[in-house]
């Protein structure tokens, strides 16, 4: 069977180990189109082309980069042309306009689609996406869902076609792996990785933090947005500068030796009117890593973190402050969560896992 993925989000290296581990099944031909980069609040991310075995990774411009709702493919109709896949899997929200044009040009051409979606929150959309988001539903052969609860958004907007519930993206555990020299007793490195953006709610992890200058930690906060003045701003008035350090972004293949280093990562996302933490991919790197995590209720992150990490009510300063605590007091506690990480991963977050549940839904499509 012949697919064509289109995928902005694969120009991410790490995230191509799926695509490596799709190839390898003997009854795929896969072919994937990225664009050469994309924009957004961290400036321009270029295309890393990291793992690129066994499949043919397609590099193809894109109009209006950076906007989510707005970009495209204008060369999409010459790759299913030349390709002439048995199904396009369009790796894009279905209420984009990338996503209607895809299925559009599918449909012309008899080809079986598939659409992916994060969405767990319902609301509508203004014309002309809800426009687009209609047609992809009534229209797309098969939905995959990151989650439960956007399943449960998109039956209740009306999708009746055969779904499953499959992350975007799992975890290559050997590339995320423990670190194999044991880290000292002191510092305690805590760490956050994602943007700086009112609803991560980094402002909770630092106000909880300032709680326990008595103990002896570092924070290191992975990446940039609108807030980090804001952060910047609060660490100082808190005197809290030799503590805490911001990096902006690194490269995908650089977060595996971040993780390592820590010893707690924290997640402490704050749910906002029109947005909820989708999934919290960091969540399953820093756990194949080995590393304990603590994160906030809000959306998915309970279901991602299950038994093996501790959850607090998010925004709420002092229930975080005593699960930083015990954690920092408590080493056997620590090592027991990242033990019991490791292993939900390995249960259930693999790249490989992923990959074969994804060409499982391939095949269903095709028989």
Same mark, same amino acid.
């Given at each position: 069977?012949?697919?064509?993925?289109?995928?902005?989000?694969? @120009?991410?290296?790490?995230?191509?180990?799926?695509?490596?581990?799709? /190839?390898?099944?003997?009854?795929?031909?896969?072919?994937? !189109? !990225?664009?050469?980069?994309?924009?957004?609040? &961290?400036?321009?991310?270029?295309?890393?082309? !990291?793992?690129?075995?066994?499949?043919?990774?397609?590099?193809?411009?894109?109009?209006?980069?950076?906007?989510?709702?707005?970009?495209?493919?204008?060369?999409?109709?010459?790759?299913?042309?030349?390709? %002439?896949?048995?199904?396009?899997?369009?790796?894009?929200?279905?209420?984009?306009?990338? *996503?209607?044009?895809?299925?559009?040009?599918?449909?012309?051409?008899?080809? $079986?689609?598939?659409? #992916?979606?994060? %969405?767990?929150?319902?609301?509508?959309?203004?014309?002309?996406?809800?426009?687009?988001?209609? +047609?992809?539903?009534?229209? /797309?052969?098969?939905?995959?869902?990151? *989650?439960?609860?956007?399943?449960?958004?998109? &039956?209740? $907007?009306?999708?009746?076609?055969?779904?499953?519930?499959?992350?975007? #993206?799992?975890?290559?555990?050997?590339? #995320?792996?423990?670190?194999? +020299?044991?880290?000292?007793? *002191?510092?305690?490195?805590?760490?956050?990785?994602?943007?700086?953006?009112?609803?991560?709610?980094?402002?909770?992890?630092?106000?909880?933090?300032?709680?326990?200058?008595?103990? =002896?930690?570092?924070? +290191?906060?992975?990446?940039?947005?609108?807030?980090?003045?804001?952060?910047?701003?609060?660490?100082?008035?808190?005197?809290?500068? =030799?503590?805490?350090?911001?990096?902006?972004?690194?490269?995908?293949?650089?977060?595996?030796?971040?993780?390592?280093?820590? =010893?707690?990562? !924290?997640?402490?996302?704050?749910?906002?009117?029109?947005? $909820?933490?989708?999934?919290?991919?960091?969540?399953?790197?820093?756990? /194949?890593?080995?590393?304990?995590?603590?994160?906030?209720?809000?959306?998915?992150?309970?279901?991602?973190?299950?038994?093996?990490?501790?959850?607090?009510?998010?925004?709420?300063?002092?229930?975080? +402050?005593?699960?930083? &605590?015990?954690? @920092?007091?408590?080493?056997?506690?620590?090592?027991?969560?990242?033990?019991?990480?490791?292993? &939900?991963?390995?249960?259930?977050?693999? %790249?490989?896992?992923?990959?074969? $549940? *994804?060409?499982?839904?391939?095949?269903?499509?095709?028989?």
């Amino acid at each position: 069977m012949r697919v064509l993925m289109i995928s902005k989000a694969c @120009i991410v290296g790490t995230y191509q180990r799926k695509l490596e581990e799709m /190839a390898t099944a003997p009854d795929l031909d896969l072919s994937v !189109v !990225v664009p050469p980069s994309w924009r957004d609040e &961290r400036g321009e991310t270029q295309l890393e082309r !990291v793992f690129t075995q066994g499949y043919d990774l397609i590099v193809s411009p894109i109009r209006f980069n950076g906007r989510f709702h707005w970009h495209y493919y204008p060369a999409l109709e010459q790759h299913l042309d030349h390709i %002439q896949p048995d199904i396009l899997h369009i790796d894009e929200e279905p209420y984009s306009l990338v *996503t209607w044009l895809a299925l559009r040009a599918a449909r012309r051409r008899n080809i $079986k689609t598939l659409f #992916f979606s994060w %969405q767990n929150i319902l609301r509508p959309y203004p014309p002309p996406f809800r426009w687009f988001e209609q +047609t992809v539903l009534q229209h /797309a052969d098969y939905a995959l869902m990151g *989650t439960e609860s956007a399943a449960a958004v998109w &039956r209740a $907007k009306g999708y009746t076609g055969p779904l499953a519930v499959i992350p975007q #993206f799992g975890v290559d555990p050997d590339l #995320f792996c423990p670190d194999s +020299t044991p880290h000292p007793p *002191t510092p305690m490195h805590i760490g956050y990785a994602g943007r700086l953006w009112i609803g991560k709610a980094v402002d909770v992890l630092i106000a909880a933090l300032a709680n326990l200058r008595e103990l =002896d930690w570092r924070l +290191t906060l992975i990446g940039s947005g609108p807030e980090q003045a804001t952060l910047t701003a609060q660490i100082e008035q808190l005197s809290l500068q =030799d503590r805490i350090q911001i990096v902006p972004w690194v490269a995908s293949t650089a977060m595996p030796a971040y993780m390592r280093a820590l =010893d707690i990562l !924290v997640i402490p996302s704050r749910t906002r009117r029109s947005w $909820k933490e989708q999934y919290g991919r960091v969540i399953i790197e820093a756990m /194949a890593s080995g590393v304990a995590v603590i994160g906030s209720n809000s959306g998915a992150i309970p279901d991602v973190i299950g038994d093996a990490g501790l959850v607090f009510a998010e925004d709420d300063v002092d229930d975080l +402050t005593c699960h930083l &605590r015990h954690l @920092i007091a408590d080493s056997a506690a620590r090592h027991d969560l990242a033990r019991r990480g490791r292993q &939900r991963v390995l249960a259930h977050f693999t %790249q490989a896992q992923i990959a074969e $549940k *994804t060409i499982e839904v391939y095949r269903s499509m095709l028989k």
